[in-house]
């Protein structure tokens, strides 16, 4: 219940995941497979953390997710944002 008035204070948190498909021999890899990179990005009021993933060197089994970029204001949390980018991983295999 609010009061008349008053505003309720929202506190939002986006993620958005992208994935995206380098073809064989691609500049970014150069390997004879093609190559899947997730990217997990949360959009804090802080700034923007990103935790990436790929198959990497075995076609269609991903890699464990690690921090790519982190705010100074996010790296006490570098840990459970790698847990939920995770998390959303298995949601997408």
Same mark, same amino acid.
């Given at each position: 219940?609010?009061? @008349?008035?008053?505003?309720?204070? $929202? *506190?939002?948190? *986006? $993620?958005? $995941?992208?994935?995206?498909?380098? #073809? #064989?021999?691609?500049?970014?890899?150069?390997?004879? =497979? =093609?190559? %899947?990179?997730?990217? &997990?990005? &949360?959009? &804090?009021?802080?700034?923007?953390?990103? %935790?990436?993933?790929?198959?990497?060197?075995?076609?269609?089994? &991903?890699?464990?997710?690690?921090?790519?970029?982190?705010?100074? @204001?996010?790296?006490?949390?570098?840990?459970?944002? %790698?847990?939920?980018?995770?998390?959303?991983?298995?949601?997408?295999?």
């Amino acid at each position: 219940m609010t009061t @008349a008035g008053v505003q309720p204070k $929202i *506190r939002e948190l *986006r $993620i958005r $995941i992208t994935q995206r498909l380098y #073809p #064989p021999y691609d500049d970014r890899h150069g390997t004879a =497979s =093609s190559v %899947v990179e997730r990217t &997990f990005a &949360f959009d &804090f009021p802080q700034g923007t953390a990103e %935790v990436d993933q790929t198959d990497y060197g075995h076609p269609g089994r &991903f890699n464990p997710c690690h921090p790519r970029l982190v705010p100074p @204001a996010l790296q006490p949390k570098t840990n459970q944002l %790698v847990a939920a980018a995770t998390a959303l991983a298995g949601l997408l295999e």
